[in-house]
């Protein structure tokens, strides 16, 4: 006999749900930040579970943080124009997260997202490392 007696006959594999509208529930916030020898980006990291879906992969969302144009950006207005858009896109994206879970950045710590629940719109992609995965496309903003 086993030191072990639990049957696996019952496992199985998580996966990706199909692209649709689901509950999502924040199970982890953090910043990440790139290797400061390969550049100077920084962004949000989320992790989420699929509400409903006990089976569901997690969800890994990053939210890329705004950062100081560099010199070359400051030097050049076709640069600075590129630098000003992608700048909009990233606090557009923060806010609709933001707005989404109802979370105040400026008076909430990120420790505490963990639990925040919002709707958000999830695709499926495959990665060659870890296979069928979702992605948010994006949160949903209740009125």
Known sequence: ?????IDFDDVVEFNA?????????????KIWEEDPNKGNRRA???????????LAKPVSHFMNLPVDPTPEEQADPE??????????????SLKNFFEAFRIDPKTTSIESYAGEECFAVLSVFTDDKYGEQNRVDR?????
């Not at 749900?17 to 916030?29: D, K, N, Q």
């Not at 949160?139 to 009125?143: A, G, L, N, P, Y």
């Open 1 to 5: 006999m086993s030191f072990l007696d």
């Open 17 to 29: 749900v199909p692209a649709g509208e689901y509950r999502v529930r924040i199970t982890e916030a």
């Open 44 to 54: 949000l990291r989320i992790t989420l579970d699929i509400v409903d879906h006990a």
């Open 79 to 92: 640069l600075l124009k590129k630098y000003q858009r992608r700048t909009n896109m990233q606090k557009l």
């Open 139 to 143: 949160f949903i903003v209740s009125k």
